[in-house]
């Protein structure tokens, strides 16, 4: 449905058009929100896209070796049994030219495109009282209103640049990983610098060795990383993943993480030294992130984590034959997968290259940039064409801060979130009438699997909405009582875990100078979460104020 166009109103919407409902970004997200509102609710529904087209985190993430860590048959869409009988993945990992055709897939199946506005960056959403509306602009003026808002916007979208003195006189090419040219990028013959070693620096490593003069990596915080063992898939698994779809999804909505794995019901402590070596060894050579579900106190229990942080940090001294490198690189500071844990495809071995040297930044911090190349704080300059920025995201809050969002009596969301992230369910903010956030902070989002708490969300605010609806229900808005005790709830789950001990982690929004502190994910496990979200619905909305 397209919207129509309004005559002014008293906020100054000249000729803006009028929506139902208005969705914020075109990935994974958007997409299915736009299906579930318009094609299943009737709603007139619009998505704004700032970039040219589907696919949200993977249009912009194109660096070398881009690939999810989930396994293709689980990063999935699984609302439509068609759809996961018609789609063929090639690999056990899907890379991200491949994640792409899916999207586009989907978008074309589902006829979504003819409702997506692209190249249109939302600036500003503001929210009108008395009309109950949402007025949104885009940076190109063009605006539009809606009664519904949902952002869409992803958790990690919003590019972390560090701001280290004389970027600007580097007189070759920087990029950062998640803002990668279309067109590629030609490392031949070229010397190239590599800040960061989380997931994306460790994927695209290997890479960008391979055809490069020559790599130096910049490492600040050293990580454990487990090989993906990568590779086509065998047309037994595909047959596989068709004829067992309703278990494969019934197994990734049962569990705390939403991969289509289960964590193994035994303790570290169970099992002798012997045994768990073997454990852990099956576990290494199958690969992947099921390795974490080895043992199910992995994440709980500090001596039961060090056996794994040991075993990992074991294999990194047989892979590293520098000793000196290995030692740099096994130097790990935070127990095992407190960070989100990398999974690679010959990382460690990478450094066994010739054309590859480690810088440790913690030791020797980056102090600026030259025309020439990065210099550390000893003086050492090390010569670059091309510096590479591997450095993550302002997660969580930093795409939707990027937008001036305006909810009842001119508040912003950025002065509402001052100390951290505020939210009822991750799905709503008080304040903000009939905003929803998709896998907002205070969800589980980010520790799982996520198409799983994507189509959960998108589906419990299709629901929402479709309710409101059918009641005359014209708002909803969380009780300000609501989310303080669901911030406490989410801060408490987290204090249930390992997570917080390392503490320079994006979890906690440490990786962004002067960003508060705040473990802004829910670890309390999605199945239990959505367990709350269903009891909630049961209760009337409880914690929600509905207005006629
Ligand atoms: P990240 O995990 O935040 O890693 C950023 C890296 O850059 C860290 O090593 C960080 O060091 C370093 N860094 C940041 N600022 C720096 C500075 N000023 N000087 C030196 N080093 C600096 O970011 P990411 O690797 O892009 O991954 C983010 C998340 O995206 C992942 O955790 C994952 O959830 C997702 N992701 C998934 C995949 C996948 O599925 N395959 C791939 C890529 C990313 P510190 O640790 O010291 O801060």
């Not at 605010?461 to 009641?471: G, K, Q």
């Amino acid at each position: 449905m397209s919207a129509t166009t309004a005559p002014a109103s008293a906020h100054g919407a000249t000729d803006a058009h009028v929506l139902d409902a208005l969705i914020i970004g075109a990935g994974f997200s958007g997409l299915y929100q736009l299906h579930a509102l318009r094609d299943r609710l009737g709603l007139s529904a619009q998505v704004l896209e700032a970039g040219d087209g589907v696919g949200g985190t993977w249009y912009w993430n194109r660096y070398p070796g881009a690939r999810c860590d989930s396994e293709s048959h689980s990063y999935a869409y699984y609302f439509s049994d068609e759809l996961v009988q018609e789609w063929t993945w090639s690999e056990r990992y899907p890379g991200q030219a491949e994640i792409l055709r899916y999207l586009n897939h989907v978008a074309d199946r589902f006829d979504l495109k003819r409702d997506i506005r692209f190249g249109a960056r939302v600036t500003e959403a503001h929210y009108d009282a008395a009309a109950n509306r949402w007025h949104v602009r885009t940076e190109a003026g063009e605006r539009y209103t809606a009664t519904y808002l949902i952002t869409a916007v992803g958790c990690l979208s919003a590019a972390n640049i560090p701001q280290i003195p004389g970027l600007d006189s580097f007189a070759g090419q920087w990029y950062h990983t998640g803002q990668w040219p279309h067109e590629g990028v030609d490392f031949t013959g070229k010397r190239v610098g590599m800040v960061g070693t989380g997931s994306t620096g460790i994927q695209a490593a290997p890479v960008i060795a391979d055809s490069a003069a020559h790599l130096t990596v910049f490492q600040r915080t050293a990580n454990y990383s487990i090989p993906a063992r990568n590779a086509p898939l065998a047309e037994e698994f595909k047959h596989w993943a068709k004829q067992n779809a309703s278990e494969i999804k019934r197994t990734m909505r049962s569990t705390p993480n939403g991969h289509p794995f289960v964590i193994a019901d035994r303790s570290a402590h169970d099992v002798s030294e012997a045994e768990r070596r073997a454990i852990y060894e099956a576990a290494w050579e199958k690969g992947g992130l099921q390795f974490r579900a080895s043992f199910r106190d992995l994440l709980q229990d500090k001596a039961a984590n060090d056996t794994a942080a040991a075993f990992l940090r074991s294999k990194i001294g047989e892979i590293v034959k520098d000793p000196a490198t290995a030692a740099k690189l096994a130097a790990i500071d935070h127990p095992f997968a407190t960070k989100r844990p990398p999974i690679d495809t010959g990382y460690f071995e990478t450094f066994n290259r010739d054309n590859v040297a480690l810088v440790d930044v913690r030791a020797t911090p980056i102090e600026r940039v030259t025309p020439a190349g990065i210099q550390t704080r000893d003086g050492t300059e090390y010569p670059l064409d091309i510096i590479v920025f591997a450095t993550g995201f302002d997660a969580m809050t930093g795409p939707l801060l990027k937008m001036d969002i305006r909810g009842r009596d001119d508040v912003s969301l950025r002065d509402a979130w001052q100390a951290g992230p505020r939210t009822y369910l991750g799905l709503q903010v008080p304040g903000f009438p009939n905003l929803f956030t998709i896998t907002g902070p205070g969800s589980p989002s980010v520790l799982c699997n996520m198409p799983v708490p994507i189509e959960h969300h998108v589906e419990w605010i299709a629901d929402c909405i479709r309710t409101m609806r059918e009641n005359g229900i014209a708002r909803i808005e969380a009780k300000p009582e609501a989310a303080e005790k669901w911030v406490e709830h989410v801060n408490d789950a987290a204090n249930a875990t390992l997570l917080p001990q390392a503490g320079h982690s994006w979890y906690l929004g440490a990786n962004v100078p002067g960003k508060p502190r705040v473990f802004m994910p829910y670890a309390g496990g999605m199945a239990r979460y959505r367990d709350i979200c269903a009891d909630v619905v049961a209760r009337n909305y409880e914690g929600f104020s509905l207005t006629r």
